[in-house]
């Protein structure tokens, strides 16, 4: 139903970008921007702001090693690594801080208060529901939208039976959307090849849609795929490799991943290719330009590619990205099949790679997660998975 831009350091400048507007809201990250400076941005973006939904990711799941502009922001408490993080009463405070913050700032919905805890446990899961339904007694006093953050251990999905009782505990409770935190630890680029936990994710996707709940799933990256195919509704995803997946340390290294080499989204391939890669496909035709043309970022990155004047196309990498996250997301919230048709392409593709004799220059670019996505859809989506 929707993408939305998940915001990361110096992000803003994306989002009046004309052939992105198919983008429905922000996902504003305190992390990165102090409130004064999400109000300035929010008022520069003029008439496009009143299409755009806003919502505020309080992040508190943020590791205490580098917390960036959130202690400048109302919510947060200094006392969050010290306080009871049972007291209820605690909570009731944040939670009507961030109501009064949002208002402040201008935003439509609050994701709510998660914190990572030691054991993923049922009582964690009732206790996430629980204060989510405090902050929406308070938000919905002041017309504000609220969303149920779920921060749920991938590899944890794999165990029979957890989707289904994560699921039922989840949808316990008054509140219709879903702001769902897949966490695991793998690093920047890296693609997620378990399939058993990748089904347990998409199971659990599925058990929510089914019942009426509305899933946002963050900090998405190639992986729309899967969730998509699972019936989210919506997806959020940011310019940066490292804000493409959460893990506590894509907090710790802004530069790994997307700022210092520029990438080239294929979506024959299902993966992001250096441009040594994207020059030596191109010589043996297994860059299909033609596919390209509906996005503008890609067809300019090819000229710049092609002049062979060693032009920067970082920025030009990061927008062709969003792009097609934009376009896969429409395309498969029209037809969910479109995702395994996809992923079946990209195998015989990945194939024809293999079998021309080439060697990528990038080591870690293999298309070995093809089968295992295939896979998970097919486990993930059966009625008894």
């Not at 030009?316 to 029209?334: C, K, P, S, T």
Request: charged share 25%; hydrophobic share 40%.
């Amino acid at each position: 139903m929707a993408v939305y831009h998940q915001m990361g350091h110096d992000s803003w400048n994306l989002i009046d970008e004309k052939s992105l507007h198919g983008y429905s809201g922000i996902v504003l990250s305190p992390v990165n921007d102090p409130p004064e400076n999400v109000v300035t941005r929010l008022s520069k973006l003029g008439k496009r702001r009143d299409k755009l939904e806003i919502i505020l990711d309080p992040q508190f799941y943020k590791p205490s090693s580098d917390r960036g502009h959130l202690a400048s922001w109302s919510h947060f408490s200094d006392d969050v690594d010290t306080v009871n993080l049972g007291d209820i009463s605690w909570w009731e405070k944040r939670c009507n801080s961030l109501v009064a913050t949002a208002r402040d700032i201008g935003a439509n919905a609050i994701c709510s208060p998660a914190m990572l805890p030691r054991v993923y446990d049922d009582d964690y899961y009732r206790w996430t529901v629980d204060c989510a339904q405090r902050l929406q007694d308070a938000a919905a006093a002041q017309g504000l939208d609220t969303l149920l953050t779920a921060i749920v251990r991938l590899q944890e999905l794999a165990k029979k039976g957890t989707p289904q009782r994560i699921a039922s505990i989840l949808t316990s409770n008054r509140i219709s959307r879903l702001y769902l935190v897949l966490y695991d630890d793998l690093g920047p680029r890296e693609q997620r090849t378990d399939f058993e936990a990748l089904a347990g994710a998409i199971n659990l996707i599925r058990l929510l849609e089914d019942a009426g709940t509305r899933v946002l799933v963050a900090f998405s990256g190639l992986d729309i795929l899967l969730w998509k195919a699972a019936g989210a509704s919506d997806a959020a995803t940011g310019k940066f490799f490292n804000l493409r997946r959460f893990v506590p340390g894509r907090w710790e290294d802004a530069s790994e991943g997307g700022r210092v080499v520029p990438y080239w989204t294929d979506g024959l391939l299902i993966t992001w290719l250096r441009e040594d890669d994207v020059k030596l496909l191109d010589k043996q035709g297994l860059i299909d330009r033609e596919s390209t043309a509906s996005n503008p970022y890609a067809q300019r990155i090819l000229e710049v590619i092609d002049s062979g004047m060693g032009e920067a196309w970082m920025a030009l990498g990061w927008r062709q990205y969003l792009h097609w996250f934009m376009e896969v997301e429409a395309a498969i919230d029209h037809n969910h099949s479109i995702a395994h048709q996809l992923l079946v392409a990209a195998d015989s593709r990945w194939g024809e790679v293999n079998g021309s004799g080439i060697y990528l220059f990038d080591r870690q670019n293999t298309g070995d997660w093809i089968r295992p996505w295939l896979n998970a859809i097919r486990l993930g989506l059966q009625t008894n998975p």
